[in-house]
């Protein structure tokens, strides 16, 4: 009979036990975070010594583009394994090609920079589930993690400016039209494949583009409320002038017969440089390849470091008396 009773308790308790662990997650649905870390460009300008390249370009990576990024967010969890998060990401973007590798790009002599702001959300899934450890089981180091895949939508705003070569003042880009934005002009001329090509001019860019982030993050449990994690991002956009570079060739005002908006317009669409390192107006030829790579549309990637919050409640607990947490 005792043994029959102590099987029951046992039963009874592991089925409260596993109940317990099951609606636990119910208890943090809605957390906040904040966190830094880095960002690289990968778009037209800088770049390694390599060939340009699109999905996760790390060969192509310049190293010297490394710049900050910063992020807050809300996270709110629609089950146990699928989360829904809304964050602003701000980014201080550059890249030059003066500290490229390549010497088509390093010749070519462009640079950029620009504030993004980007502001939006994503679906998150836990392939590895959050576990909430009891001070109990302070040993029990790989429970305390967790891990995720993401996918999201964003709106980016940005406004690149690149460096005046002769004054080294930095000026807005898209007001100055580089690529004979809006003037509806079309010239004919043969493109990387020998293949003659009509070219007509883009409108003008706007200030905001949307952009859709994937990655994948890991979190560890440091207390019952606080979080650590690290996440990685490969961000693209829909744009291809986040670096006011979007055509594969010049666009000279004065050969065809056209006045810039900007006496500074043709200082800044077309920089190259000579054998001397000094800059050579006299490549700036309408048509002529090598302003920027179209097939493919700006990136950036992220890496940062977040501290997450989470706000408890008793919903969804069969317990009364829970397990002492930190």
Known sequence: MKKTIAVLLAVIFSVGSAFAQQAQW???????????????????????????SHFLAFKDMDNKATNPSFTIGYKYKLTERFSLRANVLYSIVKADDASSENVSRYERNFNFKSNFWDLGGSVDFYFIKEKEVPVYARLSFWKRWSAYVFVGLSGLRYNPKGQDPYTGDWVELRPLHTEGQTTGVAYQTLDKHGKLVTVESEKEYGKWTLSYPFGIGVKCQVTRRWDIGLEFAQRYTFSDHLDDCGSDYYFNYAELGITPPSDLTPIMADKHMNENGEIDPEKYLTGRQGRSNSDYRDAYWTLLLTLHYKFKSNKGTPYNHRPKYM
């Open 26 to 52: 119910k208890n943090s649905r809605h957390s906040v975070f904040a966190g830094g870390g880095i960002n690289v460009f990968m778009g037209d300008l800088g770049g390694g010594s390599g060939k340009g």
